[in-house]
């Protein structure tokens, strides 16, 4: 039986990382109880899934390779990073084996299915399969799908244009796939968003999870020669509100300091992906249940603000629902 690969060097998992198209790998300290606890289950899945080129298992003890585990910001164990394509894209702390082991499976599988096509590209998926407008920093990962759904809220939308779920669709943006960046009101399915009396939008956004919020990113396919009031724009200046209940009204925004006010200009967007990074504060968005978005004007003089997708990058920590996992950086 296949057992997980020993790390004894920062460049043994560089290669490691280099040679296999998904790697999990096990963060775990060997005096903590619960590193113990799970290691069997590790192994087991290990013995399992292990496929040449495809599927690698490693661990690498915070003891002996403190470096490594410094580099990956992991302070708590167990702690297990899954990459792909040597991109990390899930990291998950605590010792919740059906949990791990769903989520490793799953990844497997894909992998297996996808086989020799491809389809790992740094800036056309994420972590869940999911497109993304830009690549991840280092350390962190695709958590889009910590969105709650369910909850939702989304002021002053068109509703000739695609629901507020629309924002978190997983697929790449109709405009980008037909390779440009508009897309006709003829389409049958317009799937991207327009703010409706006036260029302002509200959006709610709360999490399954606890998060630390690093970035987000906008996807906004505008056409660059349209011009007149008809014709949308992209957002400009962004005020962010972290851990509301509720949204906010436009008239309560005004009475209600933001966590961070960003003003995007042009060169901000990425002409290929037509997505742009909203840098945040990091220190200010550690422990994230909920987001109010409220977009105060477009760029331009259009009464309409156009926004294709929203992704939020960082790290998932505690589950707000019970039977998930423990929250990175919680003690055992």
């Known amino acids: 039986m296949s057992k997980p690969v020993e790390i004894s060097s920062p460049s043994q998992l560089s290669t490691l990382l280099s040679s296999s198209r998904v790697v999990v790998v096990n963060f775990y300290n060997e005096g903590n109880q619960s590193s113990k606890a799970i290691a069997p289950v590790y192994e087991q899945l290990a013995g399992q899934l292990v496929r040449a080129g495809r599927v690698t298992f490693a661990k690498v003890s915070v003891v002996k390779q403190a470096t490594i585990a410094q580099s990956y910001s992991v302070t708590n164990t167990p702690t297990f990073i899954i990459f792909k394509n040597s991109q990390q894209i899930r990291k998950y702390g605590g010792s919740n084996p059906q949990q791990l082991s769903e989520a490793i499976k799953s990844l497997a599988a894909e992998a297996e299915n996808e086989g020799d096509s491809g389809g790992f590209g740094e800036t056309s998926s994420s972590g869940g399969g999911s497109w993304r407008g830009a690549g991840l920093p280092r350390g962190y990962t695709d958590v889009t799908d910590q969105v709650d759904v369910r909850g939702l809220d989304l002021l002053?939308?068109?509703?000739?244009?695609?629901?507020?779920?629309?924002?978190?669709?997983?697929?790449?943006?109709?405009?980008?796939?037909?390779?440009?960046?508009?897309?006709?009101?003829?389409?049958?399915?317009?799937?991207?968003?327009?703010?409706?009396?006036?260029?302002?939008?509200?959006?709610?956004?709360?999490?399954?999870?606890?998060?630390?919020?690093?970035?987000?990113?906008?996807?906004?396919?505008?056409?660059?020669?349209?011009?007149?009031?008809e014709a949308p724009v992209r957002p400009k200046t962004i005020h962010i509100w972290t851990n509301r209940q509720h949204n906010l009204g436009f008239e309560e925004a005004e009475d209600v300091p933001a966590t961070q006010v960003i003003e995007l200009k042009e060169s901000d967007w990425d002409a290929e992906t037509a997505t742009a990074k909203l840098e945040l504060r990091f220190v200010k968005f550690q422990n994230v249940y909920s987001i109010v978005l409220f977009v105060a004007d477009g760029d331009g003089d259009s009464e309409r603000t156009r926004i294709d997708r929203i992704r939020f990058i960082g790290e998932t920590g505690e589950k707000r629902e019970m039977g998930k996992l423990e929250k990175i950086g919680a003690d055992d």
């Open 156 to 229: 002053n939308a068109d509703s000739e244009f695609g629901g507020v779920r629309t924002f978190f669709e997983t697929a790449k943006p109709k405009s980008l796939s037909k390779g440009k960046n508009t897309a006709t009101g003829s389409e049958a399915s317009k799937d991207w968003i327009e703010s409706d009396v006036d260029n302002q939008l509200m959006l709610y956004v709360p999490f399954t999870s606890n998060l630390k919020i690093h970035t987000i990113q906008i996807t906004s396919c505008v056409s660059g020669d349209s011009d007149g009031d």
